[in-house]
């Protein structure tokens, strides 16, 4: 199909107009192209509320800690309810899930839209059988589709920056203003040692580019950084 216009506007998500029209873009982060781990945010209903107490949550965590460090389940977050409730009563919406493939590979998005549902199920199921407030509880809802958090950008005229959004910097062009926070979510996947955002809210042992004291994403040039990954390889 051919399609015709002076102006197109590209709001795939993915620069997928972009792309295909063979404009120059990059994937993920610009020195080995690892993008932000993908999500999946559902809701959990039928919830006594009254039961979840804050000794309740606490021990609720340490097990789902517990879990995640054993590899049974891929959770960022330990929280009873990422978002906290619903405007329902008993109803809590999770934004825990974590999954580390290619948003733009179908064979990928595939595997995520298999792996987060089991994921979810799983979830929901140990929550069920193990904390109290869930004994009736079922999956009130799930997204069509998993979440992907970053794929392709657009090599344009210009570049935003951290600092534009940190300073709120207004263009005579702008048509808008976010006002999210900026976070990483843990580009290589990771969920041990309660890894989470990256790197401030990081606390992995394990080796990690963006934690390394000698590197300075943001300083050094691509060539250097690419070499000290190779020197790590296998670790990633
Ligand atoms: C789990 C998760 C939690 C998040 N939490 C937060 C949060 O708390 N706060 C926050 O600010 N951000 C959050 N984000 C990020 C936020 O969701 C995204 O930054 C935002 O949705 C991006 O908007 P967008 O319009 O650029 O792209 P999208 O929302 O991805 O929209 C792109 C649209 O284009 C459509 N499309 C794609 N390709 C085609 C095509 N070829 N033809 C026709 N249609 C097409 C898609 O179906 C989609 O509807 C989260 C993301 C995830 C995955």
């Not at 080995?32 to 039961?51: H, L, P, R, S, T």
């Not at 405007?87 to 064979?107: A, H, L, Q, Y």
């Not at 999956?139 to 069509?144: G, K, Q």
Request: charged share 30%; proline share 1%.
């Amino acid at each position: 199909m051919k399609i015709k216009g002076k102006i197109f506007i590209d709001a795939t998500g993915d620069a997928d107009i972009s792309y295909f029209s063979g404009f120059e873009y990059i994937k993920g982060r610009f020195f080995d192209g690892k993008m932000q781990a993908i999500g999946c945010v559902f809701k959990i209903a039928g919830i006594d509320e009254n039961k979840i107490t804050e000794k309740v949550v606490e021990e609720a965590q340490e097990k789902l800690k517990e879990l995640g460090e054993k590899g049974a389940l891929n959770i960022y977050n330990q929280w009873l309810g990422g978002k906290g409730r619903t405007i329902r009563n008993g109803e809590r919406s999770f934004n825990v899930m974590r999954f580390k493939e290619d948003g733009t590979d179908i064979f990928d998005l595939t595997k995520g839209e298999i792996f987060l549902r089991d994921q979810i199920y799983k979830y929901w199921k140990f929550l069920k059988e193990n904390i109290p407030g869930f004994e009736n509880s079922y999956i009130s809802s799930l997204p069509e589709n998993i979440g992907i958090r970053e794929t392709r950008q657009i090599k344009g005229l210009y570049t935003l920056t951290d600092l534009d959004i940190i300073n709120g910097e207004k263009t005579e062009d702008s048509i808008a203003r976010g006002t999210y926070w900026i976070y990483i979510h843990c580009v290589l996947g990771r969920i041990k040692d309660n890894v989470h955002l990256c790197p401030k809210e990081c606390s992995t042992k394990e080796y990690c580019i963006a934690l390394d004291k000698n590197v300075s994403v943001n300083r050094v040039n691509v060539k250097e950084i690419q070499k000290i990954l190779e020197k790590q390889e296998g670790l990633y």
